[in-house]
């Protein structure tokens, strides 16, 4: 266990009077979080034009702010597309693992966790203080199978995961980008499926859900026409929302807006049967 990091006293100011508190501002390019995840892990290297999320700086909470510096350096990964990570070395077993990607505030992530101790979850969001909720949840309640990833989904597919490292996929409410000219920001797009669909062990579920009918169409959409996935439910369509899913935040706020939450869970195939192959009886290409 990492030993807790004690915050500097900041400095006395000119004019400063005794027993008032004084709000210590970071001197220009002095981390936010010194021992706490990188603000642009990935640096413009990997700068992606059209992101699915929109960078926000929200307000980190003091005890946000505390599992950041104390719980980074043990549970925290930055998504600096330096090279792929041993997963098992991550975790330290070599038990399945599913990514959950947009985690939030992390409540839902910390709830499966906790009732799936036999799963890592490897959760990813660019969203600070969500970062720091979640290293608080899995302290209280123990968990040693929830690691935080910082930064982009895209480049930790892309660049940072092996072939068949992933035993599942979760994307619960993913941002809906409602306004035409923002679908192409959305996650659940055939580019992204053509990404992750390698980095998936055949029979690994892919699990979406979301409260933006349109967005949920077109994820049906999508999903039904790639080759690599096959729809869990007989009928096609969506599938009732599982038990093992708690109520997200998200989620929440759909509700109260009387919107409807659609559930999708989509296998990754053993063997894509593409209607262009020559043989059906090729060998495996290994996928
Ligand atoms: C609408 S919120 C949903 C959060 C949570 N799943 C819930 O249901 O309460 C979507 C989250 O996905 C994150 N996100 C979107 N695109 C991402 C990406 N490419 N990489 C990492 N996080 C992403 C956003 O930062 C945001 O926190």
């Known amino acids: 266990m990492s030993e807790s990091i004690p915050t500097p006293t900041p400095a006395p100011t000119p004019g400063h009077q005794p027993g008032v508190s004084v709000r210590h501002t970071r001197g220009k390019g002095e981390p936010r979080f010194p021992d706490g995840p990188k603000p642009d892990p990935a640096g413009s290297h990997f700068e992606r034009r059209i992101r699915s999320f929109q960078p926000r700086r929200s307000r980190v909470t003091a005890g946000q702010a ?6 980074w350096p043990k549970w925290g990964l930055d998504i600096d597309g330096h090279g792929v990570i041993d997963l098992a070395e991550l975790f330290g077993n070599d038990r399945p693992v599913v990514l959950e990607i947009g985690f939030g505030m992390g409540e839902a992530t910390a709830q499966m966790a906790a009732a799936d101790p036999g ?4 959760a990813v969001d660019v969203h600070t203080p969500g970062q720091g909720n979640l290293l608080n949840l899995a302290d209280h ?10 930064g982009d989904a895209i480049i930790l597919l892309r660049e940072m995961l092996a072939p068949a490292s992933l035993d599942g996929l979760r994307v619960y409410f993913p941002d809906p980008w409602p306004k ?3 679908h192409k920001r959305r996650l659940i797009q055939p580019e992204f499926l053509d990404l992750v669909a390698p980095k998936l062990r055949p029979g ?8 933006w009918e349109p967005y949920a169409e ?3 959409e999508v999903l ?8 869990t439910q007989a009928d096609g369509g969506f599938a009732p929302r599982p038990e093992f899913r708690p109520l997200t935040r998200f989620e929440g706020q759909g509700l109260d807006k009387g919107h409807v ?3 999708l869970l989509f296998r990754r195939v053993q063997q894509p049967v593409r209607q262009d192959a020559p043989h059906r009886d090729e060998p495996p290409t290994g996928a």
Not at 204 to 211: E, G, P
């Open 261 to 263: 939450v659609n559930d």
């Open 224 to 231: 039904t026409a790639h080759p690599d996935f096959e729809n």
């Open 180 to 182: 035409k000219r923002h």
């Open 66 to 71: 505390d599992a950041l510096q104390r719980l």
């Open 141 to 150: 309640l123990g968990l040693d199978n929830v690691r935080v990833a910082n």
């Open 218 to 220: 077109q994820m049906l």
């Open 119 to 122: 799963t890592n979850v490897l």
């Open 204 to 211: 690994a579920i892919l699990h979406c859900a979301t409260d």
